[in-house]
C-alpha cells in the first residue's frame, strides 16, 4: 500500500508522490465503480477520480492514462498478478468492463456475442463499428468453413457480412473460398492451440482498427520509451559511434573522445599547398591533389595507418578537383581550365585524357553506373562523355562557373553546378529542368550528402549554409565560428549517419559542428597553413583528413590509448553514458 | 458532306435481291410462321429443309434466353453434337446461365453444388478464372440484382449467350454468321462514316444510322 494517508475522502485530489499510486482506499474506489452506468463507462471507460489528475513536473502527463499503460506493460511483461492488483489498487481499469467482455468473446469465439457488444462500446464512427464487425464475422466465416460446416459459413457471408455494404472485394474473395475450399489460406485446424493464436491476431487487429482509448495499443510503454531513446540520441551532439547499449537509467549523452580530433599521421608527400583531398566511397583509400600539379592516391591500411600507394604525375596545371568512380577503381582528376584525366586505382596508370579544343576543364564526375561522365567547362557549358572518349552530350548556356564543384545525385538524374557568382543550379539534365539556389553571398564550394537529400554551401561571408534539396528547396540551417574571407576552402558531411559538418578555416584550424543542433563542437589545430580541405572516412566515423597550405595531409582520429591519462591531449570534460 | 439522293435513284434495285434479303432475315431470326406468309405472298423460292432447322433453333434461343440453359443444351446435344464440347466458351456461358438461375431462386445448396461439379473445372485455365469469380460472388448476396454483379443475372446477358450461342449454330452448320441485311447496314455505315470523316472536318457531324434511317 502507499505511504499516502488513505483517510481522506475519495474526492480530494491527491497530488501523486514517486512512490504511491492515488490516495483512494480499495472500498470506495469499487463501490464507486459499481455505481457507474454504462453510459458513464461509455463517455470515460474509468470509473471515479478526476481525470485531470496529472503526474510528473511538468504537468502533461494525465495520471489515468500513465496508470493504464503501466497495466498493460504488465500483462504484456505477463504479469497477471500484479497488473490485476495495481488496477485493483489505483481504481483505475485497464479496459472498461466492456471492453473487457468484448476481448474475452473474441478469444472464446462467442461471435455474435462479440459483435452486439461491438455496438455497445460507444464508438462514434459508423464506419468503424463496420470493419470491426467486418473483422469478426471473417473470422467467424472462415472457423465454420473449416470446421466443414460450409453452408453455415454460406449463411454467414450472405446474411452478416454481405448486408455490411463494405469491402465488396472481400466478400468476393469469401465467395471463391467457399467454391474452392482447397484455396482455404487460413488453415485453423481443430487443434485448439491454433485457433486460440488465430483469434489472439483478431484481437491484435481489432486493437488496430478501434480508437486507442477504447483499447489501449499493446505495448504502449515500450513504444514511448523507444521514443525517448530516439530523441535522446538525436540530441546527443558528439554520438559518433554505433551505441549498442542505450540505458534506461540516465539521459543519453557521449563523451567527445568518439569524435575525431588527435592528429595520428602527418602525411608530407606533396611538394606544395594541398588543395584538395577525398576519401573513395569504400574508405579504403585517400586521394589528394595539389598545386605541384600532382595527384596521389593513399591506401588506408586495417590498422588505420595512411600509406603512399600511387604518385598521378600527368597534369599540367593544378588539380582541383578529383572524383572517385562509383566502384572505386577508378579517378577523374580534373585540372584547372585544363585536362580531365581517368586513371586506374590498383595500377596508377592514365587511362585516358579527355580533351575539348580551345577550351579547359572546370569539374568533374561520375555518373552512378560508372559509365558516363560529366564535366563542366571553361565556356561555361556541362558534357557528357563516355569512357571511350566520346562526348555524348553538350549543354550550352550559363550552367557552371569557374567553380570546380560538381554533384551529382544518386539516382544519376540531377547535375548540380555553380552557375552565377551566387547561385547554385540543380539541372535535371534529362528533363531540363532547373531549379536554382540564390544565396546573397559569393559561393566557394558546395559538397552534396550522401543521401542526395541535402546540400553544403560555403560562402565568402564565413557562413556555411545547408539546403534541403529533396522537394521544395529550403535553407536549414546556418555553421558559423571558422575563418573563410579570401581563399577557396571546403567543407564536407561526416562522422555516423553524417551527423557532423566539417570544414577548413584561413586560421589552419579543422572545425566541426553537431549538424542537429549547429554547435560547434571542436576545433582541432595543428596545421600551419590554412586548411583548404577536409574529408571524411564515409566507412569509418572516426577518420578525418585534412589538407593544409603548410604542405601536409593530417589524418584526425579518436585517442586509442584509454580515457584515464594524456589530460594533454583532452579537448573537454569526459562524459560517460551514465554520468555528468 | 451527304451524297445527292438523286444520284441514289439511278441505281437499279433488283425485286428478287430484295426478297433475298427479306427472306435471309426471317430464317436467319427463325421467324417460321412470317416467313411462311411472305413465301405465300411473293412466291419466293422455299429454302430447303432450313424449316426444320429453324424450329430447332428457335427454340434453343428461347431456352437460353429464359435462362433455362439445361434445355438449350439438351437441344444441341441434338441438333449439333459435340458443338459444345469445341466450343468452350460457350459451354461455360451456358452452364453460367444454368448458375445464375439456381442463385435467382434462392437454391442456394443446389447452386453451390452445381458450381463445385459443373463450373469449378473450368477454373484450371487462366481466361475462366476471372469470370468464374465474377460468378461466384453472386452466392455472396441474398439479393444478387442488386449486387456489385447485376450485370450477370440481366436479361441482356442472356440476349448476349443467346446471341452468341445462334452465332455458333449458325457457322456450324455453314451458314451466314449474320443475315445479309446486317452486314448489309454494317457496310453502309462504315462506308459513310469514313466519307464523313474525310470530308467533315470541319465540323459535320458523324453519320447516324437512325437519322438516315428517319430521312
Not at chain 1, 486507442?212 to 540530441?235: G, K, M, Y
Not at chain 1, 549498442?244 to 540516465?250: A, Y
Not at chain 1, 560562402?459 to 575563418?483: R, T, Y
Request: proline share 3%; with cysteine.
Amino acid at each position: 500500500m502507499g505511504g499516502v494517508e488513505d483517510d481522506g475522502p475519495p474526492s480530494k485530489r491527491v497530488k501523486v508522490s514517486s512512490g504511491a499510486l492515488g490516495g483512494l482506499s480499495k472500498g470506495t474506489s469499487h463501490r464507486e465503480q459499481a455505481s457507474c452506468s454504462l453510459s458513464d463507462l461509455m463517455a470515460q471507460p474509468l470509473a471515479s477520480q478526476g481525470k485531470d489528475e496529472v503526474v510528473g513536473s511538468k504537468g502533461v502527463v494525465k495520471k489515468v492514462e500513465l496508470v493504464r499503460i503501466i497495466a498493460e506493460a504488465l500483462y504484456s511483461l505477463g504479469y497477471k498478478n500484479t497488473g490485476a492488483h495495481l488496477e485493483e489498487e489505483s481504481g483505475i481499469t485497464l479496459q472498461s468492463s466492456v471492453v473487457n467482455l468484448f476481448m474475452q468473446q473474441i478469444l472464446d469465439g462467442k461471435w455474435d456475442d462479440s459483435v452486439a457488444t461491438l455496438h455497445k462500446i460507444g464508438l462514434m464512427d459508423e464506419a468503424i463499428i463496420k470493419l470491426a464487425s467486418f473483422v469478426i464475422l471473417e473470422q467467424k466465416f472462415f472457423e465454420l468453413l473449416d470446421g466443414e460446416k460450409v453452408m453455415d459459413a454460406l449463411k454467414t457471408l450472405r446474411t452478416e457480412i454481405a448486408p455490411l455494404c463494405i469491402n465488396n472485394d472481400r466478400v468476393r474473395e469469401l465467395s471463391s473460398y467457399i467454391v474452392f475450399p482447397s484455396q482455404n489460406v487460413l488453415d485453423i485446424s481443430s487443434d485448439k492451440e491454433a485457433r486460440l493464436k488465430s483469434r489472439k491476431k483478431l484481437l491484435e487487429e481489432l486493437q488496430k482498427l478501434l480508437p486507442s482509448t477504447v483499447i489501449i495499443p499493446e505495448r504502449r510503454l515500450v513504444h514511448l520509451v523507444e521514443q525517448a531513446l530516439d530523441l535522446q540520441r538525436d540530441a546527443c551532439r558528439f554520438h559518433n559511434s554505433s551505441v549498442g547499449e542505450m540505458s534506461l537509467f540516465t539521459d543519453h549523452q557521449c563523451g567527445k573522445d568518439k569524435i575525431p580530433s588527435q592528429t595520428l599521421q602527418i602525411l608530407k608527400e606533396h611538394g606544395d599547398e594541398v588543395w584538395f583531398l577525398q576519401f573513395s566511397h569504400n574508405g579504403k583509400y585517400l586521394a589528394s591533389s595539389s598545386s605541384d600539379c600532382l595527384v596521389i592516391i593513399w591506401e588506408v591500411k586495417l590498422d588505420g595507418r595512411v600509406s603512399l600507394k600511387h604518385r598521378l604525375p600527368g597534369h599540367q596545371k593544378p588539380v582541383s578537383y578529383i572524383s572517385w568512380s562509383p566502384d572505386d577503381a577508378q579517378l577523374l582528376t580534373c585540372g584547372v581550365e585544363e585536362a580531365m584525366r581517368r586513371w586506374d586505382v590498383t595500377s596508377g596508370e592514365c587511362l585516358y585524357i579527355y580533351e575539348k579544343s580551345g577550351l579547359g576543364f572546370i569539374s568533374c564526375g561520375w555518373a552512378p553506373d560508372g559509365k558516363r561522365i560529366f564535366s563542366g567547362v571553361t565556356d561555361k557549358s556541362i558534357s557528357m562523355w563516355d569512357l571511350d572518349g566520346r562526348e555524348v552530350e553538350c549543354w550550352k548556356g550559363q550552367r557552371t562557373s569557374r567553380i570546380s564543384d560538381l554533384g551529382i545525385t544518386r539516382d544519376g538524374k540531377q547535375l548540380i553546378t555553380v552557375c552565377k557568382e551566387t547561385t547554385i543550379l540543380l539541372f535535371g539534365w534529362e528533363s531540363q529542368s532547373e531549379k536554382l539556389i540564390e544565396e546573397g553571398q559569393n559561393i566557394v564550394s558546395f559538397a552534396l550528402s550522401e543521401d542526395s537529400k541535402f546540400l553544403l554551401v560555403s560562402l565568402l561571408n564565413q557562413e556555411i549554409h545547408l539546403w534541403n534539396i529533396e522537394g521544395a528547396i529550403k535553407l536549414v540551417a546556418k555553421f558559423k565560428g571558422h575563418k573563410h574571407s579570401r581563399f577557396v576552402l571546403k567543407s564536407c558531411f561526416g562522422g555516423l549517419d553524417q551527423a557532423f559538418i566539417a570544414s577548413g578555416s584561413e586560421d589552419s584550424q579543422v572545425y566541426i559542428w553537431h549538424r542537429i543542433s549547429g554547435e560547434l563542437v571542436f576545433t582541432l589545430s595543428g596545421h600551419s597553413g590554412a586548411v583548404n580541405c577536409v574529408s571524411w572516412n564515409p566507412t569509418n566515423p572516426h577518420m578525418l583528413a585534412s589538407a593544409s597550405d603548410d604542405h601536409t595531409i593530417r589524418i584526425w582520429g579518436i585517442n586509442r590509448v584509454s580515457l584515464d591519462h594524456d589530460d594533454r591531449h583532452s579537448n573537454g570534460i569526459h562524459y560517460c553514458n551514465g554520468g555528468t | 458532306m451527304d451524297i445527292d439522293p438523286r444520284i441514289c435513284v439511278n441505281v437499279a434495285v433488283n425485286d428478287e435481291d430484295v426478297h433475298n434479303i427479306v427472306l435471309s432475315y426471317l430464317v436467319h431470326n427463325c421467324f417460321t410462321g412470317t416467313m411462311e406468309s411472305f413465301i405465300a405472298c411473293t412466291g419466293v423460292k422455299q429454302p430447303a429443309d432450313h424449316l426444320v432447322d429453324m424450329e430447332k433453333r428457335k427454340r434453343i434461343f428461347h431456352s437460353a434466353l429464359d435462362g433455362n440453359a439445361l434445355k438449350a443444351i439438351e437441344l444441341m446435344e441434338e441438333f449439333t453434337p459435340g458443338l459444345l464440347e469445341k466450343n468452350k466458351d460457350l459451354h461455360f456461358d451456358l452452364l453460367s446461365l444454368h448458375f445464375v438461375r439456381l442463385v435467382c431462386s434462392r437454391r442456394c445448396n443446389e447452386a453451390l453444388g452445381f458450381a463445385r461439379t459443373k463450373l469449378t473445372p473450368f477454373g484450371k485455365e487462366q481466361r475462366y478464372v476471372e469470370k468464374l469469380e465474377d460468378f461466384m460472388a453472386l452466392l455472396a448476396y441474398e439479393e444478387p440484382e442488386k449486387s456489385p454483379m447485376f450485370h450477370l443475372v440481366s436479361l441482356e446477358y442472356r440476349q448476349h449467350v443467346a446471341d452468341s450461342l445462334m452465332r455458333a449454330i449458325l457457322e456450324h452448320a455453314n451458314l451466314p454468321s449474320y443475315s445479309i441485311v446486317e452486314r448489309l447496314i454494317q457496310q453502309a455505315t462504315v462506308v459513310r462514316q469514313c466519307l464523313s470523316q474525310e470530308f467533315g472536318k470541319d465540323g459535320h457531324q458523324p453519320f447516324s444510322l437512325k437519322d438516315f434511317l428517319k430521312s
